[in-house]
C-alpha cells in the first residue's frame, strides 16, 4: 500500500484559550490535491502553518512520507520537513532576478544549478523571463515563478494558502489549471488552502471542509456538492432554497407533494433543501400548472419578484402563493419573465436535502 505523503492526526491548537483547531485529521497521498475549505476564520490556515512547521500543535501528530515531524516531544524545523509553501504574500526576492530566486531553494554547485533552474522555468512556462525581475513581472508571471521556486527542493509535500487570491479573475483560472497540472506532474502531495468553494471544486480531488476548527465533511467535490451533511454545508456552495416540513409517518407533506423522511421520528420538523439550479418552471395553463409526476412532484404556484441575467444563466425569484416565501431559481440562458407573471416550481426530489430544521 502506498504512505500518504502527508498525515494529519488528532491536530489541536487553541490561542488564549480558544480552541481554534479542534481535532483535524486527514491524509494526502502523492500526486493528490486536498483542499481546506471554509469560511474567514475557521481554522485552515493554523492547520497549514502547524504542518509547515512554523505552529506549534497543542496536540496531534504530523507526519511527512512516513516520518514523524510533530508530536508533543518532537518539532522538526520547517527547512527539514521537505515541504515547499506557496502563499499569497509568500513575494519573490526584489533584489534577485527569476533566476536566483529559482535557485534559492537548491543546492549544489552553481553550474549544475542553471540547468535544474531552467527546467524548472520551463515548467511553469517563465524560462523567456530568467533574466527578469520581479518588478518587470506581471502578478501571474511572479505567482510562476513563485511555483518554480517552491518546487525547487523537490518537496514531497506543498503547502498553499491562497495562492491565487491576489490576481484577477481571468488569470486566476489559467494559473490554477497550469499550476495543478505542474504539481501533478511533480508527483507531491497538495495542501490547499482557500475560503473559495469554486477554486476548491476546481483544484481539489478532495475537499476537507472545516468550520470552527473542526472538519465536518471530507469527500470529492462531486459527493461533497451533491450529498452535504448539512444546510450549512449545503450554502457554503450555493444559494439555498428552504421548504419546511414536519414529518408524518416517514413521510413530509408539502405544497410541492410529500418527500420521505426514512427514519425520522413523527413531528420532527425538517427543512428541505434545493438547489436554485433544480428548480423546474412551467407555464400558467389558466390558473392550472403542469400534471404532477414521481420525478417531480407536485408544482406549486408562484409569482416572478425579479429576474436577473448574469451570462451564462439566468436569475429568477418568485413569491410562492401558499406562504409568501421567496423561492430562487437558476435557468441557463436567458430567461426573463416580467415581474408580476405567475409561473408553476417543481422541486427535483432526486436533488433534495432533507435535514432536521434550524441547521442553519
Ligand atoms: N497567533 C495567533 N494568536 C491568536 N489568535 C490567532 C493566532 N492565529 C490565528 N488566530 C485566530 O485563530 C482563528 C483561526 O485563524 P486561521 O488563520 O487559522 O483561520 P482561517 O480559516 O485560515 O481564516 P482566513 O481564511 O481568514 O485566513 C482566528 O479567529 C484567528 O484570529
Not at 485552515?44 to 500543535?57: D, Y
Not at 515547499?84 to 527569476?98: E, I, S
Not at 518588478?135 to 523537490?154: F, I, Y
Not at 491562497?162 to 511533480?186: M, N, W
Request: glycine letters at 10%; proline letters at 8%; charged letters at 25%.
Amino acid at each position: 500500500m502506498t504512505t500518504p505523503r502527508l498525515t494529519i492526526s488528532h491536530l489541536s491548537k487553541s490561542f488564549d484559550g480558544r480552541q481554534v483547531v479542534n481535532d483535524v485529521s486527514l491524509s494526502v497521498m502523492p500526486g493528490q490535491v486536498t483542499c481546506l475549505l471554509g469560511p474567514s476564520g475557521c481554522g485552515k490556515s493554523t492547520t497549514l502553518r502547524a504542518v509547515a512547521g512554523v505552529e506549534r500543535p497543542d496536540s496531534g501528530e504530523i507526519h511527512v512520507d512516513g516520518v514523524m515531524v510533530c508530536d508533543q516531544t518532537t518539532m522538526i524545523p520547517p527547512e527539514d520537513r521537505s515541504i515547499g509553501l506557496m502563499f499569497q504574500d509568500f513575494a519573490l526576492f526584489p533584489h534577485l532576478d527569476v533566476a536566483a530566486n529559482v535557485a534559492f531553494g537548491l543546492k549544489g554547485r552553481k553550474a549544475d544549478m542553471r540547468g535544474q533552474v531552467e527546467n524548472l522555468l520551463k515548467r511553469v512556462g517563465m524560462l523567456r523571463h530568467i533574466d527578469r525581475y520581479p518588478h518587470e513581472l506581471s502578478g501571474g508571471e511572479q505567482q510562476r515563478v513563485a511555483l518554480a521556486r517552491a518546487l525547487a527542493p523537490k518537496p514531497k509535500v506543498m503547502l498553499m494558502d491562497e495562492p491565487f487570491s491576489g490576481l484577477d479573475d481571468r488569470l486566476r483560472d489559467d494559473i490554477r489549471d497550469e499550476t495543478l497540472e505542474v504539481l501533478k506532474d511533480a508527483g507531491a502531495a497538495v495542501l490547499l488552502v482557500t475560503h473559495e468553494p469554486a477554486e476548491a471544486m476546481r483544484m481539489a480531488d478532495e475537499i476537507a471542509l472545516m468550520r470552527a476548527g473542526r472538519i465536518v465533511q471530507r469527500g470529492a467535490p462531486y459527493n461533497i456538492y451533491n450529498t452535504p451533511v448539512d444546510l450549512k454545508a449545503a450554502q457554503f456552495f450555493s444559494d439555498i432554497n428552504v421548504i419546511k416540513g414536519t414529518v408524518e409517518g416517514a413521510l413530509t407533506e408539502t405544497p410541492f407533494g410529500q418527500f420521505l423522511a426514512p427514519g425520522v421520528p413523527d413531528g420532527t420538523q425538517v427543512d428541505i433543501c434545493i438547489r436554485p439550479q433544480h428548480l423546474k418552471i412551467d407555464f400558467d395553463r389558466g390558473g392550472r400548472g403542469p400534471l404532477p409526476t414521481p420525478a417531480d412532484g407536485t408544482p406549486a404556484r408562484g409569482v416572478v419578484k425579479r429576474a436577473r441575467f448574469m451570462g451564462s444563466e439566468s436569475l429568477v425569484e418568485f413569491v410562492m402563493d401558499f406562504d409568501g416565501s421567496t423561492l430562487k431559481t437558476q435557468v441557463p440562458s436567458v430567461f426573463l419573465p416580467k415581474p408580476g407573471t405567475p409561473l408553476w416550481l417543481m422541486i427535483r426530489r432526486d436533488r433534495c436535502f432533507v435535514f432536521p430544521a434550524g441547521g442553519a
